[in-house]
């Protein structure tokens, strides 16, 4: 469902042609009564051609290019606004009075609509406003007959606004349940064949590893930490960018599970704009690296990622002896700046805070909190 809006969009011109007719009857009709039988026909023929411009626009447009119908929705507002302008030219009040239509009548109700489509409940809202507001200015008047109107251009804002915000979320579930789908279907076929070669390589160095010792056993162990994260590429999946630029925070993370790293992150997605998860990526491998220099390759560490509504904070925790009071000034002034520049540096220009919880005897946790866009 690349364009799921597209229904909707054809039941607009389907609007827009129906009142086009109506209202072209309804004036000829009339025609004898305005005070320009030319000046209206002109008004009518203008509204046929743009009729059939937004028809050419709403549902002409190609499928792999980039969708600017929201900007022709603007236009059209703007278009029937100066339709409904020509009313004081072309009726007079009293003509009002005995029932006559204003210029463009009911067919300038479909702009609302369409920027209802285009842009939701705020473009329902806008759009009736405007319609609205040229209803009372061309007609100089607020009757009960306009206050009827101006209620039914809001409710059909607002409805329609909020058909299409409900089709846009279900074709965002869809397709990422069919990514979902993809992904995992691919991660399983990869699995098959991976498990039968480099998994059980990885896995057998391991065992002889720890069977032989000394230096054999370091290489185990390395062995073991590829294969455990090995696993868990294949079990969470990647984190790849979407087309909303959104990346997905808590896989990102899991792929940095090891033998010494524990991982753990809600079971939804943690959904970020790409260049927030390389940052904070970035931030946790930081930590990491810290962990396995100052406290050793052993060490454990332990990566908490938490889903607070409006921000997502991450922990990095290790069991080692805790940062020393006034190490990291120290470190700062001998010119090694990895903790101030990489990792408060990017959180700051994330508009985030790091935290630093440590202690002799208590390992040492930095807290990484970023809000969360709009």
Not at 22 to 48: E, F, H, K, Q
Request: with cysteine; glycine share 10%.
């Amino acid at each position: 469902m690349e364009r799921p809006l597209e229904p909707l969009w054809r039941g607009v011109i389907a609007f827009r042609v129906l009142t086009l007719v109506t209202v072209i009857g309804v004036a000829l009709w009339r025609l004898g009564s305005y005070t320009s039988p030319v000046g209206v026909t002109a008004v009518l023929l203008a509204m046929t051609v743009w009729t059939a411009v937004l028809a050419r626009g709403y549902l002409g447009a190609p499928p792999d290019a980039p969708d600017r119908r929201g900007l022709l929705a603007v236009a059209d507002v703007v278009v029937c606004v100066g339709i409904m302008m020509t009313t004081p030219l072309l009726v007079t009040p009293d003509q009002l009075d005995l029932g006559t239509p204003g210029m463009g009548s009911i067919w300038t109700s479909g702009s609302v609509l369409a920027l209802a489509v285009a842009y939701t409940l705020p473009g329902g809202l806008a759009g009736a406003a405007a319609i609205s507001a040229a209803l009372v200015v061309s007609k100089s008047r607020v009757s009960l007959a306009e206050l009827s109107d101006i209620e039914l251009l809001t409710l059909a804002g607002l409805t329609v606004g909020f058909a299409s915000l409900v089709l846009r979320r279900a074709a965002e579930r869809v397709r990422r349940a069919v990514a979902e789908r993809a992904a995992a279907a691919e991660r399983e076929r990869l699995a098959r064949s991976i498990h039968d070669g480099v998994l059980q390589v990885l896995a057998h160095v391991r065992r002889r590893g720890a069977e032989l010792g000394g230096g054999a056993a370091e290489l185990g162990m390395l062995a073991g930490e590829q294969e455990v994260a090995l696993r868990t590429l294949l079990t969470s999946g990647s984190s790849a960018e979407d087309r909303r630029g959104k990346r997905d925070l808590a896989a990102a993370l899991r792929a940095l599970s090891s033998g010494r790293v524990t991982v753990s992150a809600p079971a939804h997605p943690v959904e970020l704009s790409a260049g927030t998860v390389a940052e904070l990526d970035a931030v946790v491998r930081a930590a990491l690296a810290n962990v396995e220099t100052h406290v050793g390759p052993d060490a454990q560490a332990w990566v908490l990622v938490e889903d607070l509504g409006r921000s997502v904070e991450v922990s990095v925790r290790d069991d080692g002896p805790g940062i020393p009071e006034g190490r990291l000034d120290e470190a700062a002034e001998q010119g090694r700046l990895g903790v101030a520049r990489s990792m408060r540096g990017r959180v700051s220009d994330l508009g985030g805070s790091l935290e630093l919880d440590t202690g002799p005897g208590r390992g040492t946790e930095w807290i990484i909190r970023v809000p969360v866009e709009v």
